[in-house]
T-cell receptor, first 116, second 114 residues
Framework: GAGVSQSPSNKVTEKGKDVELRCDPI?????LYWYRQSLGQGLEFLIY????????KSGLPSDRFSAERTGGSVSTLTIQRTQQEDSAVYLC??????????????FGSGTRLTVV | GESVGLHLPTLSVQEGDNSIINCAYS??????FIWYKQESGKGPQFIID?????DKRQGQRVTVLLNKTVKHLSLQIAATQPGDSAVYFC?????????????FGTGTRLKVLA
């Protein structure tokens, strides 16, 4: 597509439930990133995919968080047993890979997750 | 739209005046920096970038200044307009080999007064 698409745009879930957030990056972008943005905070890095390389998971806050990227395109961020502190806007971004000279990201509009 | 953050530092500027937004970055080894603009309910948008071998770069109505000695970035917006109202983030690349994993600042909210 023309931009990075995220779904759903809003998600309200009960504490303890699992949620899946989806990101559809720009076609041809080999790098994909997930960030989390809490109220009053900057963007917190979660995970980074680059082509077929092993993902950089160094930002995932706990083992309840996982992400996969199928076929080098669409990515799903899964949060298991959600907690209230997981409430935030989850932003996905994509870019051309480093070897392609990609530098800046294109962000999606985010998924606002509210855990009640 | 959604509020990006309720407790961000805020800069209020009269329409038509110049704005200066400041950012301190964390890693002296960072070699690439970007300023992003985030409007309410939207993802951040790229404004301007600068490499560490430069100390100034100009775009359309925007200028970024880099002071590596004190690890400081600033974004100058000339003739600020109502459409410039947003939260502005600086981002640094941690110079990790082969990746562009950025570290973002907390952000500054710019309010343009009519």
């Amino acid at each position: 597509g023309a931009g990075v698409s995220q779904s759903p745009s809003n998600k309200v879930t009960e504490k303890g439930k699992d949620v899946e957030l989806r990101c559809d990056p720009i076609s041809g972008h080999t790098a994909l990133y997930w960030y989390r943005q809490s109220l009053g905070q900057g963007l917190e890095f979660l995970i980074y995919f680059q082509g077929n390389s092993a993902p950089d998971k160094s930002g995932l806050p706990s083992d309840r968080f996982s992400a996969e990227r199928t076929g080098g395109s669409v990515s799903t961020l899964t949060i298991q047993r959600t907690q209230q502190e997981d409430s935030a806007v989850y932003l996905c971004a994509s870019s051309l890979g480093v070897s392609q000279g990609g530098y800046g990201y294109t962000f999606g509009s985010g998924t606002r997750l509210t855990v009640v | 739209g959604e509020s990006v953050g309720l407790h961000l530092p805020t800069l209020s500027v009269q329409e038509g005046d110049n704005s200066i937004i400041n950012c301190a970055y964390s890693n002296s080894a960072s070699d690439y920096f970007i300023w992003y603009k985030q409007e309410s309910g939207k993802g951040p948008q790229f404004i301007i970038d600068i490499r560490s071998n430069m100390d100034k770069r100009q775009g359309q109505r925007v200028t970024v200044l880099l002071n590596k000695t004190v690890k400081h970035l600033s974004l100058q917006i000339a003739a600020t307009q109502p459409g410039d109202s947003a939260v502005y983030f600086c981002a640094e690349n941690m110079a990790t080999s082969g990746t562009y994993k950025y570290i973002f600042g907390t952000g500054t909210r710019l309010k343009v007064l009519a």
